[in-house]
């Protein structure tokens, strides 16, 4: 009897190669394998009447399919509604998907630069104090919940100090609060009952307070010999100059594990009864869903929740007579060293060139597969494990951050440094060519319609377009404007907005001399 299988074997040339062969039960390599090399020749036994193999089988429950859902910003913008509830936008997208899911997302606005100022270190931990467990519901039995539902919630929201990250991004906004939640369409009303426990009746358990405070010094101690969180730090103060009174204030890590260990659960207590609630907000809701069931959830939720504190928008605005400096960090014994330059300038997305200068930089250092400075650095130079630039552009305020950043060996900055700039340079001096705008074109323009494939994204794009008094319409006119660029439109952008002399450059790592060249 003979049974079929999968041969796995070589040619002469050593490409590995497959095919289907015949083998007898007691193995061995037949005709069709033609280099006698055959490597994982396995046995299958015969079976019986396939009949009697399934005949006790039971399948399970049925997936649900979901409907062919058309991504562009047309469409989500004709299936989307939004209504309003108090100070509440709730942006509602009910789809077929498959399985039955459905995402929300919401975000509360508490507070101004007045009432946030020295209190970042508590509004940032505030998120997960309100996770920690209800008054009726520890962390175990809250997770318990969600397990026994299907339901996944997480909370976010920051202090808002301009913590300048390795990619270049401006830290997270001060005195906003957001949760998301995951569900299938029948537990979603359930879903949305226990962040609204978790918002109205927090129990702020002390134990869980103190493990915070932990975990967050031990973290932050160990960034102090970190040469990309040294780097990170030290740029975002430089570019970022608030007073430490201000919410905007970027301290350095041992002042920041100073003012973790100074903080007290009274402090973040305080801003919850005094600053929280649902005056300012937006929700919205993509999937699987009843709206009316859902809305309705909303609104006992969170209803007659005010505060007297008013919100204001805390922005941050670009320094201005910047002159560019270069300093070394000194972490010895550290296999890996940073570069990291940047710099600021006034824009907000709106602002007509800031299209041409995101895809130009897509194209400098940007991209995930090729860039200038990737090709240059690490592919042809091999100098770096991993190098990128970064353009971040506002959609309030006007602090618009470009930065280069590469990591590589100690001995290689100086090598990596004058790489980066001849490249920034000649950007600056040639613009792109156009096969890599039009490459850059493609690519970008593909990346946002594969985005909004997901319900979670458009879930979180309907958020901030309802904080910004916007629709999709805003993002289909900036796929328009991209498809528009031109390789001089880029040139001039970048020549009017990045100026090498204005950079900060940092390099952290275990270098030879703590005086910069």
């Not at 990170?232 to 260990?261: H, N, W």
């Amino acid at each position: 009897m003979y049974a079929r299988f999968l041969c796995i074997y070589k040619f002469h040339s050593g490409q590995l190669c497959s095919g289907p062969n015949l083998a007898r039960r007691r193995g061995g390599p037949q005709a069709g394998c033609r280099s006698g090399r055959c490597f994982g020749v396995s046995t299958i036994p015969a079976v019986g009447s396939i009949a009697d193999v399934v005949k006790d089988y039971r399948g399970g429950d049925a997936i649900a399919s979901g409907e062919a859902f058309d991504p562009s910003p047309e469409n989500i913008d004709a299936r989307t509604k939004v209504i309003e509830y108090e100070g509440l936008k709730i942006a509602l997208l009910p789809k077929k998907n498959r399985g039955s899911r459905v995402s929300m997302a919401m975000t509360l606005h508490y507070g101004n630069e007045e009432w946030l100022g020295g209190k970042t270190v508590a509004a940032g931990i505030l998120g997960p104090m309100l996770m920690a467990g209800t008054k009726t519901m520890d962390r175990q039995v809250l997770q318990e919940r969600m397990d026994a539902m299907g339901v996944s919630i997480s909370s976010g929201g920051g202090g808002g100090r301009g913590r300048c990250s390795r990619g270049g991004g401006g830290g997270s906004r001060a005195g906003q609060l957001s949760f998301s939640i995951d569900a299938k369409r029948e537990n979603l009303v359930k879903g949305i009952y226990l962040p609204g426990d978790v918002l109205r009746d927090p129990a702020f358990p002390e134990d869980e307070f103190e493990q915070m405070k932990l975990r967050t010094v031990s973290r932050m101690t160990s960034m102090q010999t970190d040469p990309a969180a040294l780097a990170g730090d030290k740029l975002g103060r430089a570019i970022s100059p608030y007073p430490s009174s201000d919410p905007r204030f970027v301290p350095a890590t041992a002042e920041s594990i100073e003012m973790v260990e100074q903080l007290t659960l009274e402090q973040v207590i305080g801003i919850y009864k005094e600053q929280l609630s649902t005056s300012i907000g937006e929700i919205s809701i993509v999937g699987d869903f009843d709206p009316d069931e859902a809305v309705t959830a909303i609104k006992e939720i969170l209803k007659d929740w005010k505060s007297d504190v008013p919100f204001r928008s805390i922005d941050r605005e670009a320094l201005q007579n910047v002159t560019g400096s270069k300093e070394n960090i000194v972490t010895p014994e550290k296999a890996n060293a940073v570069f990291l330059a940047g710099l600021t300038f006034a824009m907000t997305e709106t602002d007509e060139p800031a299209t041409a200068l995101q895809i130009g930089n897509f194209i400098l250092g940007g991209g995930t597969l090729s860039s200038r400075l990737g090709d240059r650095i690490r592919q042809k130079e091999g100098l770096s494990y991993g190098v990128t630039s970064s353009v971040s552009i506002p959609s309030r305020g006007h602090d618009a951050r470009f930065t280069i950043n590469a990591i590589t060996n100690p001995g290689n900055m100086d090598a990596v440094e004058k790489a980066a700039f001849e490249e920034l340079k000649r950007f600056i001096t040639d613009g792109p060519t156009e096969k890599e705008l039009v490459d850059a074109q493609k690519a970008y323009l593909e990346a946002q319609k594969v985005g909004r494939t997901g319900d979670s994204a458009i879930a979180g794009q309907l958020l901030s377009n309802l904080h910004l008094g916007r629709t999709f319409q805003f993002t289909a006119e900036r796929e328009r404007q991209v498809k528009a660029l031109t390789t001089a439109a880029i040139k001039d952008a970048f020549k009017k907005y990045i100026d090498p002399e204005k950079l900060t450059v940092l390099r952290a790592g275990d270098l030879k001399t703590t005086d910069a060249k």
